[in-house]
């Protein structure tokens, strides 16, 4: 209820402003930029960092303010709350957004990029189609940042497909649902905020995730095993209303996205340093951090290969584009 409450007084200020005609340099003076992460995480800190610097450089013209972890808005509805301007600005896990375009999901198709060198070069081939569906959606794509390689977090030993067989799995886009379905797991649809909620409960046993979600969660109290499977690194990506965003002069703009390349490049090297970091981190709470046997890992390619074709069937010719691009680089 708060959450709604905040949203429907954001969206008043925002009709408000514009019926005083006020949807220019009135209106671009503060933007509140909702997060779904904690302050803690390094994603919420790149934000932090991006709304600070764009604050000083245009002196205080446009302040951009952030609220992690759902405080202002819920991260389901990040997307359609910028979307209707709502909210001039948010920060949203791009996989999550798959029934908005199933293009959204491409960094989280399974086994299709498993590195930081092949997710650059994969976001590298994706982003102009991105970019071009996003602004005909009322929206301007800012910047990308990854997460370190996704693992298998499992409160039992995991040493072939079959043993995830009725297991819990927290899901939080198509992608991760589908990927459920096929090791006969139970999908559930489990929000960045719930999951420690979800598994001290009982609702989730498991799931693929990064270290950095594991360690932000303290997954330790919940779960004894992570695999180190580098299933797919999906992004979180920052993105303005194109409303408010025209609003804006066109040296604000200038500087808006100069500071979103740097977060971006920032945030690409930090999610590199954090990778071994919260792996050490959960080994020292006490997990077991294994690579996947090779009857696993095995079972992942496999796994892999159905969902790359089923992506690319649905995604069609702008997915397609994408993909050929990527493996010719």
Known sequence: MQQLRSATALAGAFATALALGLAGPALAETWDLPMAYPASNYHSETAEAFAKAVTERTGGELEIKTHPGGSLIGGAEIYSAVRRGIAPIGERLMSALGNEDPLFEIDAVPFLATSFEDARKLYEASRPELEALMDEQGLVFLYATP??????????????LDDMAGVKFRAYNAATSRLAELMGAVPTKIEAAEISQAFATGVAESMISSGSTGYDSKLWEYVAY???????LPKNMVFANKSAWEGLDEETRAIVREEAAKAEEAGWAKAQELSDWYKDELAKEGMTIEAPTEALAEGFAKLGETLTEEWLAKAGESGSKVVESYRGM
Request: hydrophobic residues 35%; charged residues 15%; aromatic residues 24%.
């Open 226 to 232: 992570w695999y180190d499977t580098q299933a797919w």
């Open 147 to 160: 997460w370190p390689p996704q693992g298998l977090y499992a409160n039992k030993p995991i040493e072939t």
